[in-house]
């Protein structure tokens, strides 16, 4: 264990030794420089792993084309620490982005990268693919090593790497560690290990920049303990690994998860402070996006009014069993048995489920409700971060019924505004349209197969299975409402795909509990990738034609 915390130690020296090579008493923009020239670097380094991928790829041995993988994967991830500077941004895009940042998701024809070879490696086993995607993947990776080496400063400015940094150094603990991670592969941890390594090959050069001294020394013991911590959640390999192998994260207990976890929100924090004691880096001005979009011929409050109402009336039922049963969860709450908390937990989950895919029409309720920590800039260490999760991960994980208790109080504060929001829905014009609820069903009937079902679960408590199929009852009961609306054809596309989701939860995913009112739900982590593909297919395939019944109703409101 010494040996493996010295070497760690010296692997941190030598990101120090690689960036630092410029002249003490710098400017930021030399600093950035610097950084950026590390980068370079790294991407000089990228190439040959990617044609290494592709070659034995072509070879066809499956094993050695995953091993390929793995070591391709460290450069990059050190790299996207500066994903957010303009010219690189839309190149992350094609390099690294997981499918639910597009629209369509794995579905969508601009999705590539590093994930799709990762899926075609891991889940489908398909070399063909694989190899494909690893050609268009060279040609973005000879692109960013050409951004990189022109180092334009008008891009690589101080502000940006700071934000950068800072960004990356969130987002892993409050994203990554909790639900985004190398989902096919389990490669996880090689993943934190190479954007700490980004985000410390940034921030070295600043120091000789006119950081106030005592913050440097902050970050550089903040990073010194991230990667002594990280040795030991990773003993058999260690930190100072070039190769990209690393201990499945899958294998990582609880504990020494939420160990690194603290370690990257004390760098994250630190840099913060850090920033702060230097001139010219102040937070970039965020770029306003177009506001796009024509207006729907559903927006209008008169349209589809009766179909609206009623799929809104359903929630506001719903809504009434959540204050019940957050009732329950208190009283579980309070009597202490943890098993006991955990069975109202469970109980307590199901109506949201359902009442969220009209989380556009009260999004301040949603995310007080439903949140999870990436949603917020400091993650779980947000002061706003509230709701569900927060008291699943204090039963779940901390066993911790103070928290737990004060959680449950907050949510029910706000499930009962939301419930009468709900219930004053036909008095209440504007609060719900025609085109809010289908928006509503096509974004989670798309979340659903892009983003949950390979990332994001019900991550403490295994849950998931739980969120799919009340998602699936919430898609059903604002859609049904509007059934008599449609075309015969589409009616029965859209009952042929609602039913086969449950069909599938009944016979095989999670037989032998009630659709209806089952809570004997099967763990997630317990679900075959086969499976999961189904669910994955009959979610796409929800998502699909209820983009036909869109279209449908409104070419009627169009013609009326
Ligand atoms: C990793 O450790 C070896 C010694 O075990 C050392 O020679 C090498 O420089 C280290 N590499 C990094 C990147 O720190
Ligand atoms: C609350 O607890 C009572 C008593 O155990 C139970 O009958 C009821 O179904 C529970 N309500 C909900 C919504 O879970």
Redesign the pocket.
Known sequence: MAARTARAMVAATAVVAATAAIAAGCSVEEATVAGVAYFSRRCTDQVPLVAALRDSIAVGDLSAARDAYIAARPPYEEIETLANVPTVTPLDTKIDARPYALPGGEDAVAWQGFHEVERALYRDNDLGVAFKATVVLMQSVQSLCAVLAEADPSQFTPSRTWDGMLALAYEVPAKKMSSEEEAWSDASMMIFRHNAVGIYSQFAPFKDAGMDAAAATAVDAAYARLVQQYTWADPEHGFNTTDGVARPYSKVPVKPRRLLQARFYDLAAALAAARDTLDGVSEAEAEEGEEGGEPSPLDGDDVYRAETLAGVAGFSRQCA?????L???S?AIAGGDVDVVKA?YT??RP?YEQIETLAGAFEAEDTAIDARPYAFDEGELSPEWAGMHLVERAVYRDGDMAVAAAGTEEVTTVVDTLCAKLASAPSTPGFVTAALTWDGILALAEEVPAKKISSEEETWSDLSLLIFRENAKGIATLYEPFAGRLSAATRAACIGALSAIRSSFEDTIDAGNDWETGLAFRPYSSVPAAERRIIHRQFYRLSRVMQVAKRELEAAASAA
Not at 321 to 325: G, P, R, S, T, Y
């Open positions: 069993l959540q204050q019940a049963a009732r329950n969860l009283h109202a109980a307590a109506m």
